[in-house]
C-alpha cells in the first residue's frame, strides 16, 4: 500500500488539542501535486471542528518545493489552480491557529503555504526563495501581510533566497529553533497555545482573517 501524500497525526488532539499535518512526498522535495494539494484541504477541513492548534511540517530535507511543475503538461490547468485555490483557504480560512515547522527550504508554492500559517518557526537550513517568478505571477498578498509592501514587492521581483536570519529579521520566520527539532519546538508552542478554548481561538483566527489586507477569494494567480 502507498504511502499517504499528506500525513495527519491526531494522537494529541484529544489531551492537548493539537494536530501534525506533514507534507509526505520527501523523494520529491515534497513539491504539490494536485492530488497533493487536495489531501491537504482535506486535513485542514476535517480538523476544524476538533483540533485547537494545527502544526504543519514537511518530511526530508525540504519543506516544500513548490507545485509539481510536470502536472502542467498531463492535467488541465483550471483543476490545478482550483486545487491550490482549495488549499489556500483551508490553511488561511483554518479557523484555529496554524503553525508552519520548517527544517529546510520553502521554495515557490512552499514558501506561499508557509506564509499562510500564523507561526512560522525556522531553523539555520531554512530558506525562502520565488524562482517561479519568471514563469507565474507569485502570490503577493500573504507575503506582504508577514514583511509589508516595500520589502515584499523587492522579493517576489527579484525572487533571491532569504536565509533563516535574514527571514526572521523580515517577519517570515517567527523564530529560529536551534536547541532542538523544530517540530518539538512547534509542539511546545502549540500546547501552551491550544490551552486557550476553542471558541476563543476561533475568534483571534477570525479577526485575523477580517483584518488582512487581500481576500481568500482572489484565484491563486491574483493573491
Known amino acids: 500500500m502507498s504511502n499517504p501524500l499528506v500525513e495527519v497525526d491526531t494522537t494529541a488532539v484529544d489531551e492537548h488539542g493539537v494536530a501534525v499535518v506533514t507534507l509526505n512526498r520527501p523523494q520529491k522535495k515534497n513539491a504539490l501535486s494536485h492530488a497533493m494539494r487536495l489531501e491537504l484541504a482535506h486535513a485542514f477541513e476535517a480538523l476544524a471542528a476538533d483540533a485547537r492548534v494545527v502544526i504543519l511540517t514537511g518530511r526530508g530535507d525540504v519543506f516544500c518545493a ?10 488541465d490547468e483550471d483543476s490545478l489552480w482550483a486545487s491550490s485555490d482549495r488549499m489556500n483557504v483551508a490553511v488561511a480560512a483554518h479557523p484555529v491557529p496554524v503553525i508552519a515547522a520548517l ?20 531553523t539555520d537550513r531554512t530558506t525562502f526563495s520565488h524562482p517561479e517568478r519568471r514563469g507565474f ?11 509589508g509592501s516595500t ?7 527579484t ?27 512547534a509542539r511546545e508552542l502549540a500546547y501552551d497555545i491550544a490551552r486557550t478554548p476553542w471558541h476563543v481561538l476561533h475568534r483571534m483566527r477570525r479577526k485575523f482573517q477580517e483584518t488582512q489586507r487581500y481576500s481568500l477569494a482572489c484565484h491563486t494567480l491574483s493573491l
Open 103 to 122: 527544517d529546510g527550504p520553502a521554495v515557490a508554492g512552499g514558501a506561499d503555504l508557509a506564509v499562510l500559517a500564523d507561526i512560522r518557526l525556522g
Open 159 to 185: 525572487g533571491r533566497t532569504v536565509a533563516a536570519e535574514e527571514a526572521l529579521a523580515l517577519g517570515l520566520l517567527t523564530e529560529v529553533v536551534r536547541d532542538r527539532p523544530v517540530l518539538d519546538r
Open 66 to 75: 513548490g507545485f509539481d511543475l510536470t502536472e502542467f503538461d498531463r492535467i
Open 151 to 157: 520589502r515584499a514587492r523587492e522579493l517576489v521581483l
Open 137 to 147: 505571477p507569485v502570490v503577493y498578498g500573504p507575503l506582504a501581510e508577514c514583511v
